[in-house]
Protein backbone atom coordinates (compact mmCIF):
# COMPACT_ATOMS: atom_id res chain seq x y z
CA UNK A 1 0.00 0.00 0.00
CA UNK A 2 0.89 3.38 -0.12
CA UNK A 3 3.09 4.97 2.29
CA UNK A 4 3.45 8.81 3.45
CA UNK A 5 4.77 10.74 0.58
CA UNK A 6 6.74 14.14 0.46
CA UNK A 7 7.21 16.72 -1.63
CA UNK A 8 9.21 18.26 -3.40
CA UNK A 9 11.88 15.61 -1.95
CA UNK A 10 14.96 18.67 -2.29
CA UNK A 11 14.26 22.72 -2.32
CA UNK A 12 16.79 24.94 -2.59
CA UNK A 13 15.96 28.54 -1.52
CA UNK A 14 17.17 32.11 -1.14
CA UNK A 15 17.12 33.45 2.02
CA UNK A 16 14.13 35.21 2.75
CA UNK A 17 11.78 33.38 0.77
CA UNK A 18 9.13 31.62 1.52
CA UNK A 19 8.55 28.01 1.26
CA UNK A 20 6.00 25.27 1.34
CA UNK A 21 6.43 21.46 1.90
CA UNK A 22 4.02 19.15 1.35
CA UNK A 23 3.08 15.34 3.42
CA UNK A 24 0.73 12.65 2.03
CA UNK A 25 -0.27 10.78 5.28
CA UNK A 26 -1.65 7.33 5.17
CA UNK A 27 -5.35 7.13 3.82
CA UNK A 28 -7.14 6.73 7.20
CA UNK A 29 -4.04 7.78 9.47
CA UNK A 30 -5.90 10.17 12.33
CA UNK A 31 -2.60 11.72 13.48
CA UNK A 32 -0.13 13.60 11.80
CA UNK A 33 3.28 14.84 12.62
CA UNK A 34 5.91 16.79 11.30
CA UNK A 35 9.93 16.82 12.43
CA UNK A 36 12.77 18.62 12.12
CA UNK A 37 16.24 16.87 11.59
CA UNK A 38 19.47 18.81 11.43
CA UNK A 39 22.88 16.98 10.07
CA UNK A 40 23.58 14.12 12.50
CA UNK A 41 20.62 14.50 14.84
CA UNK A 42 17.65 12.78 15.31
CA UNK A 43 13.78 14.50 14.84
CA UNK A 44 12.63 16.96 16.61
CA UNK A 45 9.05 17.47 17.34
CA UNK A 46 7.69 20.74 15.50
CA UNK A 47 3.94 20.01 15.92
CA UNK A 48 0.62 17.91 16.27
CA UNK A 49 -2.52 17.49 14.11
CA UNK A 50 -5.18 15.34 14.92
CA UNK A 51 -7.52 14.67 11.60
CA UNK A 52 -7.69 18.87 10.88
CA UNK A 53 -6.86 19.97 14.59
CA UNK A 54 -3.57 21.09 15.94
CA UNK A 55 -3.21 20.19 19.02
CA UNK A 56 0.62 20.63 19.82
CA UNK A 57 2.28 23.12 18.11
CA UNK A 58 4.94 23.84 20.87
CA UNK A 59 7.96 22.97 18.71
CA UNK A 60 7.74 25.01 15.95
CA UNK A 61 10.99 27.16 16.20
CA UNK A 62 9.02 30.43 15.53
CA UNK A 63 6.25 32.45 14.29
CA UNK A 64 7.98 32.06 10.94
CA UNK A 65 6.98 28.97 10.68
CA UNK A 66 2.98 27.47 10.23
CA UNK A 67 1.50 24.27 9.72
CA UNK A 68 -1.74 23.34 8.57
CA UNK A 69 -4.35 20.05 7.85
CA UNK A 70 -7.66 21.51 6.31
CA UNK A 71 -9.15 18.91 5.71
CA UNK A 72 -7.68 15.88 8.37
CA UNK A 73 -5.66 14.62 5.53
CA UNK A 74 -2.84 16.28 3.30
CA UNK A 75 -0.73 18.61 5.58
CA UNK A 76 1.59 21.68 4.74
CA UNK A 77 4.36 23.07 6.05
CA UNK A 78 4.94 26.78 5.72
CA UNK A 79 8.10 28.22 6.34
CA UNK A 80 7.85 32.40 5.82
CA UNK A 81 11.35 34.98 4.86
CA UNK A 82 13.82 31.45 5.39
CA UNK A 83 17.19 31.83 7.37
CA UNK A 84 19.97 29.50 6.82
CA UNK A 85 19.45 27.61 9.78
CA UNK A 86 16.48 26.70 8.66
CA UNK A 87 18.55 24.36 6.74
CA UNK A 88 17.17 20.60 7.53
CA UNK A 89 15.44 17.68 6.40
CA UNK A 90 11.43 17.97 7.55
CA UNK A 91 9.76 14.79 7.87
CA UNK A 92 6.08 13.46 8.14
CA UNK A 93 4.65 11.01 10.18
CA UNK A 94 1.53 9.67 10.70
CA UNK A 95 -0.18 6.82 12.54
CA UNK A 96 -3.20 5.42 13.10
CA UNK A 97 -3.82 7.31 16.73
CA UNK A 98 -1.76 8.21 19.75
CA UNK A 99 -0.43 7.72 22.38
CA UNK A 100 1.30 3.98 21.34
CA UNK A 101 0.98 3.18 17.39
CA UNK A 102 4.28 3.76 15.91
CA UNK A 103 4.76 6.21 13.19
CA UNK A 104 5.05 5.74 9.37
CA UNK A 105 7.77 8.00 8.39
CA UNK A 106 8.01 9.55 4.65
CA UNK A 107 11.18 9.83 3.03
CA UNK A 108 11.58 13.86 4.35
CA UNK A 109 12.22 17.29 1.83
CA UNK A 110 15.94 17.91 2.08
CA UNK A 111 15.45 21.82 2.60
CA UNK A 112 18.61 24.41 2.00
CA UNK A 113 18.53 27.95 2.18
CA UNK A 114 21.46 29.86 0.24
CA UNK B 1 10.76 15.94 30.87
CA UNK B 2 11.45 13.13 28.90
CA UNK B 3 15.25 12.21 27.43
CA UNK B 4 16.14 10.39 25.49
CA UNK B 5 20.36 9.42 25.61
CA UNK B 6 22.35 7.23 22.79
CA UNK B 7 25.24 6.53 24.54
CA UNK B 8 27.11 5.50 21.34
CA UNK B 9 27.31 8.05 18.12
CA UNK B 10 29.18 5.43 16.12
CA UNK B 11 29.10 2.02 16.52
CA UNK B 12 31.77 0.28 14.01
CA UNK B 13 31.68 -4.02 13.62
CA UNK B 14 32.80 -6.57 11.51
CA UNK B 15 30.24 -8.40 9.65
CA UNK B 16 28.66 -11.86 11.81
CA UNK B 17 29.47 -10.33 15.21
CA UNK B 18 27.18 -9.51 17.57
CA UNK B 19 26.29 -6.21 17.99
CA UNK B 20 24.14 -3.46 20.80
CA UNK B 21 22.95 -0.38 20.61
CA UNK B 22 22.35 1.30 24.05
CA UNK B 23 20.32 3.30 25.26
CA UNK B 24 18.86 5.27 28.42
CA UNK B 25 16.10 6.94 29.08
CA UNK B 26 14.62 9.40 31.63
CA UNK B 27 10.73 9.59 32.62
CA UNK B 28 8.66 9.88 35.43
CA UNK B 29 5.40 8.43 34.41
CA UNK B 30 4.90 5.21 32.27
CA UNK B 31 6.69 5.07 28.82
CA UNK B 32 6.50 3.13 25.04
CA UNK B 33 9.93 2.88 23.83
CA UNK B 34 10.65 2.20 19.86
CA UNK B 35 13.52 1.86 17.64
CA UNK B 36 13.80 2.82 14.13
CA UNK B 37 16.11 2.78 11.49
CA UNK B 38 16.60 5.22 9.07
CA UNK B 39 19.06 4.55 5.78
CA UNK B 40 20.13 7.18 3.56
CA UNK B 41 18.05 9.88 2.20
CA UNK B 42 15.68 7.84 3.79
CA UNK B 43 12.74 8.15 6.53
CA UNK B 44 12.99 6.46 9.66
CA UNK B 45 11.44 2.51 9.65
CA UNK B 46 9.98 1.09 12.62
CA UNK B 47 12.24 -2.04 14.46
CA UNK B 48 10.36 -2.97 17.08
CA UNK B 49 8.58 -1.38 19.75
CA UNK B 50 8.25 -2.37 24.00
CA UNK B 51 3.96 -1.18 24.92
CA UNK B 52 4.02 -3.62 27.98
CA UNK B 53 4.31 -7.46 28.97
CA UNK B 54 7.25 -9.62 28.03
CA UNK B 55 10.47 -7.24 28.32
CA UNK B 56 12.35 -9.10 26.13
CA UNK B 57 11.14 -7.54 22.34
CA UNK B 58 11.58 -8.88 18.83
CA UNK B 59 11.49 -6.51 16.12
CA UNK B 60 12.48 -7.25 12.01
CA UNK B 61 15.63 -8.16 10.64
CA UNK B 62 16.77 -10.26 13.69
CA UNK B 63 17.02 -7.23 15.98
CA UNK B 64 15.63 -7.41 19.60
CA UNK B 65 15.39 -4.98 22.71
CA UNK B 66 15.13 -5.53 26.24
CA UNK B 67 13.11 -3.11 28.72
CA UNK B 68 14.95 -2.93 31.96
CA UNK B 69 12.94 -0.30 34.06
CA UNK B 70 15.15 -0.03 36.65
CA UNK B 71 17.84 1.01 34.53
CA UNK B 72 15.93 2.77 32.63
CA UNK B 73 17.60 1.31 29.27
CA UNK B 74 16.11 0.00 26.41
CA UNK B 75 19.57 -1.26 24.41
CA UNK B 76 19.12 -2.82 20.85
CA UNK B 77 21.28 -6.35 20.20
CA UNK B 78 21.85 -8.39 16.84
CA UNK B 79 23.52 -11.63 17.41
CA UNK B 80 25.15 -11.54 13.92
CA UNK B 81 25.16 -8.30 11.90
CA UNK B 82 25.15 -7.84 8.13
CA UNK B 83 26.50 -5.86 5.69
CA UNK B 84 22.82 -4.62 5.24
CA UNK B 85 22.68 -3.59 8.53
CA UNK B 86 24.70 -0.34 7.58
CA UNK B 87 22.14 2.66 8.61
CA UNK B 88 21.85 5.65 11.70
CA UNK B 89 19.44 3.86 14.66
CA UNK B 90 17.22 5.80 16.88
CA UNK B 91 15.82 5.19 20.51
CA UNK B 92 12.60 7.26 20.83
CA UNK B 93 9.83 7.25 23.94
CA UNK B 94 6.66 8.93 24.14
CA UNK B 95 5.17 9.20 27.34
CA UNK B 96 1.17 9.48 26.16
CA UNK B 97 1.15 13.06 25.21
CA UNK B 98 1.51 14.38 21.53
CA UNK B 99 5.30 14.45 21.30
CA UNK B 100 7.87 11.39 20.76
CA UNK B 101 11.07 12.49 21.70
CA UNK B 102 14.09 10.74 19.66
CA UNK B 103 17.95 10.54 20.75
CA UNK B 104 20.91 11.81 18.60
CA UNK B 105 21.23 8.29 16.61
CA UNK B 106 23.63 5.72 16.55
CA UNK B 107 25.89 5.05 13.30
CA UNK B 108 26.13 1.75 13.23
CA UNK B 109 28.76 0.51 10.55
CA UNK B 110 29.33 -3.09 9.51
CA UNK B 111 32.43 -3.72 7.94
CA UNK B 112 33.12 -6.92 5.73
Known amino acids: GAGVSQSPRYKVAKRGQDVALRCDPI?????LFWYQQALGQGPEFLTY????????KSGLPSDRFFAERPEGSVSTLKIQRTQQEDSAVYLC????????????FGDGTRLSIL | AQSVTQLDSQVPVFEEAPVELRCNYS??????LFWYVQYPNQGLQLLLK??????LVKGINGFEAEFNKSQTSFHLRKPSVHISDTAEYFC??????????FGAGTRLFVKA
Open chain 1, 93 to 104: ASSLEIPNQPQH
Open chain 1, 27 to 31: SGHVS
Open chain 1, 49 to 56: FQNEAQLD
Open chain 2, 27 to 32: SSVSVY
Open chain 2, 50 to 55: YLSGST
Open chain 2, 92 to 101: AVHTGGFKTI
